[in-house]
């Protein structure tokens, strides 16, 4: 059996993969979570085979999730599903050692095999985002995206300093450097760019 443990924010969605995959004969769901931090420490104590994770949830984002799973050295695979069909998205999952990036709009079936890939020691990517994940580099630091995702929240560089434990003339800087790598005259659109690319 595949066991499985599934991390999807939204109520419905999270639902109906559930059901979808416990129909399938050789597939076992272990449970479901809502959230990021939830999904690290469920990995951590059911140690499913795979943990399907959606990107943008609350807590922790499916690629910071990755990278904790990696980084506590959870004996478990990592599959992304997303309805963000974003190559820098790709790039960032493939860096924190995703075994598996599929975007939701393709058929339940297809999902199923590729999780019978991944648990046979194979990778599956889409093949369109796998192309456009390599022709354009992320020029962000994690720096950079931690004051961006900061500032996309509406807090002032006062805010961001304090919470940040930095100086508001640093934010300040650092904030500035970020601009100037994605060539945006403003942090709104730097943050859109950003997020436009996958980069955020």
Not at 75 to 89: D, E, M, S
Not at 137 to 144: N, T
Not at 165 to 181: D, H, Q
């Amino acid at each position: 059996m595949i066991r499985v443990l599934l991390a999807e924010d939204q109520a419905m969605m999270r639902g109906a993969l559930a059901a979808l995959l416990s129909l399938e004969p050789d597939i076992e769901v272990l449970g479901t979570v809502a959230d990021g931090e939830a999904a690290v420490r469920e990995a951590y104590r059911l140690h499913p085979d795979i943990l399907v994770s959606d990107i943008e949830m609350p807590g922790l984002t499916g690629l910071e999730v990755a990278e904790r799973v990696r980084r506590f050295e959870v004996p478990c695979k990592v599959v992304i599903l997303t309805t963000f069909a974003r190559p820098g998205y790709l790039r960032r999952a493939l860096d924190a050692g995703v075994a598996g990036y599929m975007i939701k709009d393709g058929p339940a079936e297809q999902l199923a095999s590729a999780l019978r890939t991944v648990h046979g020691g194979g990778r599956v990517i889409d093949s369109q985002l796998a192309v456009g994940a390599w022709t354009e580099a992320d020029p962000l630091s994690d720096r950079d995206r931690q004051l961006l995702r900061t500032a996309a929240t509406g807090a002032s560089a006062a805010e961001m300093a304090a919470k940040l434990g930095l100086s508001a003339g640093t934010v300040r800087n650092y904030l500035s450097e970020a601009m100037g790598k994605l060539g945006a005259s403003s942090r709104i659109e730097a943050i859109q760019i950003a997020r436009e690319k996958g980069w955020l």
